[in-house]
């Protein structure tokens, strides 16, 4: 190729043109929308755990001691036997300490009334899985103690 000929074939080229950046504007938008509906999922776990652990007092502590004053009320006025009472008292007492089961030891925060807790606990078993000639009745007391033990789990240390 001469230079005539060279000439004129880069006049007939045309500028070459590179294509547009990308545009990350698009991307970035996503990414920040994704981290902060990811930072607002975390916050609002966090809040209802630490609210959950809280000593406020939860909500079934509440619900307890709602539901432990029906009882009572049923109770006295004998709608129900100390049989029956005996297994929502304990159903109560478990749901609203928030425990998995009754058992011998009392929770943490009753350590320091472990006598009256396995009292307690005697005399709900007692009246739940024993022929009912053979045991003593429900006094008031056992709803006064749990009232008692379910306050004090809902007000703060």
């Not at 930072?39 to 809280?54: E, F, P």
């Not at 009320?73 to 609203?96: F, K, M, N, S, V």
């Not at 998995?100 to 606990?121: A, F, G, H, R, V």
């Amino acid at each position: 190729m001469n230079s005539d000929e060279l000439r004129t074939v880069t006049q007939q080229l045309a500028d070459v043109e590179l294509p547009p950046a990308p545009d990350w504007q698009m991307l970035i938008v996503a990414v920040i929308v994704v981290v902060v509906a990811l930072l607002l999922a975390v916050a609002v776990i966090y809040l209802r755990s630490r609210r959950k652990h809280s000593g406020n007092g939860s909500d079934s502590t509440r619900e307890a001691l709602y539901q432990l004053q029906l009882l009572q009320l049923e109770w006295q006025q004998q709608q129900i036997d100390d049989h029956d009472a005996a297994y929502r008292l304990a159903t109560l007492l478990r749901l609203g300490l928030e425990l998995n089961q009754l058992s011998e030891t009392p929770p943490p925060s009753l350590t320091d009334q472990k006598t009256q807790w396995q009292m307690l606990l005697q005399q709900l078993t007692q009246l739940r899985y024993t022929p009912t000639n053979t045991h003593h009745p429900l006094t008031t007391d056992a709803f006064s103690q749990v009232e008692q033990w379910l306050k004090q789990a809902h007000t703060p240390c």
